[in-house]
T-cell receptor, first 111, second 114 residues
């Protein structure tokens, strides 16, 4: 298993601004994943971040809106850009294979 | 397109009862089927998982039943306790470009009442 921390745990932001979420893992991993969980909904994969290469985005998610950095094998950031109220969600990072280990999530509210 | 269908959306069970959550999938390439438990304010955590070559797996009060031909699997929680009150997600994964891509069900909010 892996221990994952995220910062911030929650934030309230104004429309049109950007927020960068940090994810730290306690061990070196090749792949890191970013998910979005809208209120009362399931988890939707935003992108896969592989250290040393560009992130791979799922259908419906684009790099301009959700730029991702992966500077080393234990850290990644997800930025939610030009936010609107529709971006209000919990954002989760994870690692692993068939079994995913999740961070505690970042609860984002956009006003 | 939702590839993993989960039901019911919510479930209320009395303490000591059996909680049953069902999932169905379409993609025969799925080769691993985990269940996750999520408490409010926390990330999902692995509860139990099964591979398609096994029809049943039991860990304590939690059992997965798997029907490969019907492409269905279910979670049974025996002797349900108030502490089991959480949201449960079934999931299915398959190899995608060198890594396991996980697809989650829609979730079931379980409430166990004393």
């Amino acid at each position: 298993s892996a221990v994952i921390s995220q910062k911030p745990s929650r934030d309230i932001c104004q429309r049109g601004t950007s927020l960068t979420i940090q994810c730290q893992v306690d061990s070196q991993v090749t792949m890191m994943f970013w998910y979005r969980q809208q209120p009362g909904q399931s988890l939707t994969l935003i992108a896969t971040a592989n250290q040393g290469s560009e992130a791979t985005y799922e259908s419906g998610f684009v790099i301009d809106k959700f730029p991702i950095s992966r500077p080393n094998l234990t850290f990644s950031t997800l930025t939610v850009s030009n936010m609107s109220p529709e971006d209000s969600s919990i954002y989760l990072c994870s690692v692993g294979g068939g079994t995913q280990y999740f961070g505690p999530g970042t609860r984002l509210t956009v006003l | 397109q939702q590839q993993v269908k989960q039901s019911p959306q919510s479930l209320i069970v009395q303490k000591g009862g059996i909680s049953i959550i069902n999932c169905a999938y379409e993609n025969t390439a799925f080769d691993y089927f985990p269940w996750y438990q999520q408490f409010p304010g926390k990330g999902p955590a692995l509860l139990i998982a099964i591979r398609p070559d096994v029809s049943e797996k039991k860990e304590g009060r939690f059992t997965i039943s798997f029907n490969k031909s019907a492409k269905q699997f279910s979670l049974h929680i025996m002797d349900s306790q108030p502490g089991d009150s959480a949201t449960y997600f079934c999931a299915a994964s398959s190899n995608s470009g060198g890594y396991q891509k996980v697809t989650f069900g829609t979730g079931t909010k379980l409430q166990v009442i004393p």
